[in-house]
């Protein structure tokens, strides 16, 4: 449990004249009160009341995982045939008579919800949004986070390591993911921040394709994009290798992409823009002759989930500030041709960018 | 692409004086169009307007993916620093001049996207709700989806067969999980329906746990849930085997848990409700006295997401047809003790529930 941020939520309540708030991101609800659960298509909610203990409502069958997990406070659970909306109402208004404003997760919460919501507690006014106070207070890592970070990076240059080693003429894309996934499960981690990609070839000109069946053949590409979650904090990075030797000028593409990373990850520091640290990348690619290429953001914020608040894209005007974490991944997708990715994600510190990943991102032949 | 379902929802559409319908679940957007993709948090729309022919809009970077699936209809992207929405609401308006208005799927779209929308919109009225519509259309399986989850079906039961047999005194959780979907990947199995759950012992009391670092003992029980997408459709199976000899107590609660499943799936039959299926298994638990410790539905609708409409449940009233595909997964979870979880999942026939997993219920000594 984060009781500093609960108070400060809380606080936030009563400067905003807000009887309570409904959180319903469960990144946001492990980050607060350190439940780690994701409740799929089930309700789970943390609500905190102004100037009262907060509660967990969800699942029955968690009720159990909540207490167990340090949960100070109250945990209450529904069955599966309750309406989740109308028992959480009850309670809120059980605790709290007179409660009217609260505020919800608008980037979580859907259109249903909020409906099955306010049919619950007509009298509740859910039009504040609380998403961007909660963005605020995960921003910025503190040390023990960015510990958590920086043992997550170190899994994922162990799964640079097995990837290497299980590249084969012949191996499919599936079969070296698997193995990555394997040894790292064997050696207790837990889960993965996201479905191992491996992509060979051309298949790596589709950004955001999956891992398929493709079997490696000499002399082409093979881009990785991985991550771990390791103490509850995601790691997430990528490196593109040659299996044999590859034309120059694939090899000409992938040094534009390797400049383009290290200039961001070199002059990136705090108080410069997320817009100005696209830029810098862009600017390499784009000055090469790529630009249309690279057709994403340079980077994500990243943290106890692997996507999250900001965006370091072009034309945004937040200023970067230290202990913020983020990745630098440009990239190079020709399509029929071939596609590279390179990417460190790190923290933003008085010294600049330090990346929580250590693979070598010179030009690498296996 | 699935012509007749999008010609199904044209009808729809304009016999409810409806202009069009923006879906955003991705997976009835891969349902309709064919385009398989999990956005995380970027977004994918499928936009179906009155008499007119459907897009497909989502990130500038999955552009040529859309294109390849086969849609034969326009593919947008938008750039990672545009404002989907206002580009969305644009082409909607070039197309459709006077739209006004559109239905949504309110279980999915978040209240932040329906305000960035209706702000990009402000002409537009998304009041109406397409899920229960889209709910109906994917409810019922086609036989050709009907052999997709057969398939899925062996899958799964592979996967447990690689788990019996990875099973030894020091195993972790983790290392028996990662073995199942090491071998599967290996053998082309694109991805896993969700994480492979395994507990040993009084950790599977919790139904809704993870997979943890526990060391497997003699004479525990072991709880496999696990499921592998397989031709983009999902499996979902349990079983729980004994790792060497259990005390009777326990194999007693065994057997009213595969009483229980055994009784709900051979009486399920086209026309019963789906609160009429769940008091058959939850009976024979609360008569054994263990109703307390069932504290979950008896099982969900599976097709090509795992968890999806409808709930079979206490109380509902939804009536079961012909070739709905759902799980049949009673519990009894005694904290402290042990978990004993048991399910298939299948379609209804004429003939009754036909299973999509064959590996044997009966009590397995390992």
Redesign the interface.
Known sequence: MNQSKLNELNNWLQHNNLDGAIITNYHSVAYLSGFE?DP??RVLALVILSGKNPFLFG????V??MQESGWPYTAI?Y???ENPWRKLAQHIQNTSKGSQRFA?E??????????ALQNALPTGDFST?I?EKINQLRLIKTSSEIQHMLAAGQDADRAFEIGFQALHAGA?E??V???I??Q???S????MSF?TLVQFGDHA?????????RALKANELVLFDLGTMTQNYASDASRTVAFGAVPKDIHDIYDVVLHAQQAAQQQAKIGMTAGELDHIARQVIEEAGYGQYF???LGHGLGSSV?EYP?I????HLILQENMVFSIEPGI?I?GTAGIRIEDSGYLSANGFIPFTQTTKNFTVL
């Open positions: 659960s799929i298509e699942p029955a069958l968690e159990n995982s659970g069955q599966d045939q919800i608008a980037d979580n919460l859907t259109v249903h919800r909020l409906n949004d998403t499919s599936l079969e993911a698997a193995e996934e394997y790292l499960k064997k207790g981690v837990p889960s479905d000109a589709d950004p955001h394709g999956t891992t398929s069946n057709n994403h953001r996507h965006s894209m072009p034309d945004s997708y399509p």
